[in-house]
């Protein structure tokens, strides 16, 4: 620290002290959220001369190999709780924890595989969370009549005698995907013979 001293006289003076601090600072971070499957990354504080120590409760088998970065990338797969011990360049040490926070994905439900004859209408029904997004293979411009694409009930009227997969992906704060394969059969032929 440097102080600077002045009086009304133009007189100034300069003093300094130095401090050593006999204590380390940890910091392991914000906790975090994430969606199951999904991989996260989490740092300490440090720099030259530091080392780390991370462990994890419950055990996360992913963590195995990085406990000694600074930095570790982890894909658990409940909700954990990563602590770090931070020895500075002095041999001094300190701890400190983050939580991962790991949501579940929602159940994703595309209805039953069914079948219509062609030129009929159909209700396609998706459930599992509370925002929702259809798509068709082959592509179903019906689908996107009036912006029923984001419900989760949307009719649609398929254009051709062919087999289609609808695939919805719901989500609220994770996303998860399903399908279901519409079957549109040809309407017979029919003639009378007198």
């Not at 914000?30 to 419950?58: H, K, M, Q, R, Y």
Request: hydrophobic share 35%; aromatic share 8%; proline share 7%.
């Amino acid at each position: 620290y440097v102080l600077e001293v002045s009086d009304n006289c133009d007189n100034d003076d300069i003093d300094s002290v130095f401090v050593t601090l006999s204590a380390a600072v940890a910091d392991a971070g914000d906790d975090e959220n994430i969606c199951i499957n999904e991989t996260v990354s989490l740092t300490a504080n440090g720099g030259v001369g530091f080392s780390w120590e991370w462990s994890s409760v419950p055990n996360d088998p992913t963590l195995a190999g990085q406990e000694n970065n600074q930095t570790i990338n982890v894909m658990p797969t409940t909700t954990t709780t990563y602590s770090v011990i931070v020895t500075n360049e002095c041999d001094f040490s300190a701890s400190d924890d983050v939580e991962v926070v790991v949501t579940p994905l929602p159940i994703a439900d595309a209805g039953q595989d069914d079948e219509i004859c062609f030129g009929q209408t159909y209700q396609l029904n998706a459930s599992g969370a509370t925002h929702y997004q259809w798509s068709s293979v082959p592509n179903d411009p019906s689908l996107f009549v009036g912006g029923q694409d984001t419900l989760p009930n949307p009719v649609v009227t398929p254009p051709t005698q062919v087999a289609y997969v609808y695939s919805v992906d719901v989500w609220d704060q994770c996303l998860n995907s399903a399908s279901m394969t519409l079957t549109v059969n040809p309407v017979p032929n029919i003639s009378v013979v007198t």
